[in-house]
T-cell receptor, first 114, second 116 residues
Framework: AQKVTQAQTEISVVEKEDVTLDCVYE???????LFWYKQPPSGELVFLIR??????QNEISGRYSWNFQKSTSSFNFTITASQVVDSAVYFC???????????FGAGTILRVKS | GAGVSQSPSNKVTEKGKDVELRCDPI?????LYWYRQSLGQGLEFLIY????????KSGLPSDRFSAERTGGSVSTLTIQRTQQEDSAVYLC??????????????FGPGTRLTVT
């Protein structure tokens, strides 16, 4: 069975702090895809990144970076110099090659205070 | 271009009534998904459509739930004899994925269903 665990229910930081959101996944498949989505207070899920299981290269996009480590089955997300607009619920998700659906973690609420 | 649209945005219904929720996917996307998000919870997969293939209904919680996708585009999720535990936000997503891989899914704004 597939499972995604986001152990951090809620994180509060002060603006400009760096923050890392943890994601641990479980699957027996060798081909799979990992995703991060942002759900701001408006409610609409926003796609952030897709990663396949064969690409362990870390990725950086502006203030966002992702650290994929197969050895620990983790796909952590770091926001550098956080801003108030980063306040949202962040979801990590796992998709399989033939599974078609995404399995989501419970989400981490990030609150960035000014 | 236009994103995924859903209607209505909010629906309040009495227990026991039937409801229909609509989803318009991004034009050209062959894959369409329905998820449910209960208060403070993650997203729960309900059903998946890919082209003309038989849908994956493995996530539907009971036989009161059904969904159709007409002409490979618009989809309707129907809940019969609604119960209070059906109250949730119902999210639709579409992607350009094929059956042998999975691409990013783009989500609509959701329909908030409240069963009184």
């Amino acid at each position: 069975a597939q499972k995604v665990t986001q152990a951090q229910t809620e994180i509060s930081v002060v603006e400009k702090e760096d923050v890392t959101l943890d994601c641990v996944y479980e699957t027996r498949d060798t081909t799979y895809y990992l995703f991060w989505y942002k759900q701001p207070p408006s409610g609409e899920l926003v796609f952030l990144i897709r990663r396949n299981s064969f690409d362990e290269q870390n990725e950086i996009s502006g203030r966002y970076s992702w650290n994929f480590q197969k050895s620990t089955s983790s796909f952590n997300f770091t926001i550098t110099a956080s801003q108030v607009v980063d306040s949202a619920v962040y979801f990590c998700a796992l998709g399989l090659e033939y599974g078609n659906k995404l399995v989501f973690g419970a989400g981490t609420i990030l609150r960035v205070k000014s | 271009g236009a994103g995924v649209s859903q209607s209505p945005s909010n629906k309040v219904t009495e227990k026991g009534k039937d409801v229909e929720l609509r989803c318009d996917p991004i034009s050209g996307h062959t894959a369409l998904y329905w998820y449910r998000q209960s208060l403070g919870q993650g997203l729960e997969f309900l059903i998946y459509f890919q082209g003309n293939s038989a849908p994956d209904k493995s996530g539907l919680p009971s036989d009161r739930f059904s969904a159709e996708r007409t002409g490979g585009s618009v989809s309707t999720l129907t809940i019969q004899r609604t119960q209070q535990e059906d109250s949730a936000v119902y999210l639709c997503a579409s992607s350009s994925g094929r059956q042998t891989t999975i691409y990013e899914q783009y989500f609509g704004p959701g329909t908030r269903l409240t069963v009184t």
